[in-house]
């Protein structure tokens, strides 16, 4: 895996903090020429100028043809990390619509339009990698916090369907599907993350640590959190036990308001 990734372009969006930003010092750690995006231009440039990488601030959806003419043509790992998350009591009325644009927008059109301004190149030449930083969300749920749950669903059902159309033809996919990380998105989360993710929230490096183990492995489905592999086999095997457990955990949350 050193050696696949000595000089190869890889692209971090959202990698102003957090799981981005440890994605982004992992790759140049490991030799790669990383462009490293976000929203913020100053928290990209910080970055970017502590990892002798090249910033491209901007929005994730529409950075692929800077991104590539920043690495002189040629994109080898795309990582569609930049999410967004509304939470909180007022999030669970399913009202606000400007949220769920938003998310829908950043945290699965993002990817659907960078996979599409990638595929053709990396299906010329046989090779490609893309990695979704999904969340557990997208396996599981979370309570209070609607937009992101039914998003994060749509990021992993996207990167399934990239891995099951296009392995064969050299391209590589992987969904990263953490629980609670220690970022400033789960600060923003409140009571609920204070009751579900906060107990087990592990480092954005850990993060970086499990995608770089589920590479070597060729693994699709990256879970920092192992423990999340009993929770989605539970929710498989008796839908109605878990829901009737995930509403015990509702119940728990709206007492504790």
């Given amino acids: 895996m050193v050696e696949a990734l000595q000089d190869a372009g890889v692209v971090v969006t959202g990698a102003g903090g957090g799981i981005g930003a440890a994605l982004a010092r992992r790759f140049a750690t490991e030799g790669a020429r990383v462009v490293v995006n976000d929203l913020d231009a100053d928290k990209a440039k910080v970055v970017a100028d502590e990892i002798g990488g090249i910033a491209v601030p901007g929005d994730a959806s529409a950075i692929v043809g800077d991104a590539r003419d920043a690495l002189g043509g040629t994109v080898d790992v795309y990582c569609a990390n930049a999410g967004v998350a509304f939470g909180g009591p007022d999030a669970a009325d399913l009202a606000d619509e400007r949220a769920w644009a938003l998310s829908w927008d950043v945290n699965v059109m993002a990817h659907v339009r960078a996979a599409n301004d990638l595929l053709p190149d990396w299906l010329e030449r046989g090779s490609g ?14 309570i209070g916090a609607a937009p992101y749950a039914v998003t994060k669903h749509g990021a992993y059902a996207f990167a399934e369907y990239l891995s099951l159309t296009y392995r064969h033809r050299g391209i590589k996919v992987h969904a990263i ?27 954005p490096e850990d993060v970086a640590d499990a995608l770089f183990k589920g590479m070597e492995e060729d693994r699709f489905l990256i879970l920092p959190h192992p423990e999340v592999d009993g929770y989605y086999q539970a929710r498989a095997a008796d839908p109605d036990r878990w829901l009737a457990n995930m509403n015990h955990l509702q119940q728990k949350w709206e007492e504790a308001r």
């Fill in 129 to 142: 990698r893309f990695v979704s930083t999904v969340s557990a969300a997208g396996l599981l749920t979370m």
């Fill in 177 to 203: 599907c953490p629980q609670g990380v220690r970022t400033d998105m789960l600060d923003a989360t409140g009571s609920a993350g204070d009751l579900v993710l906060k107990p087990t929230a592990i480092a």
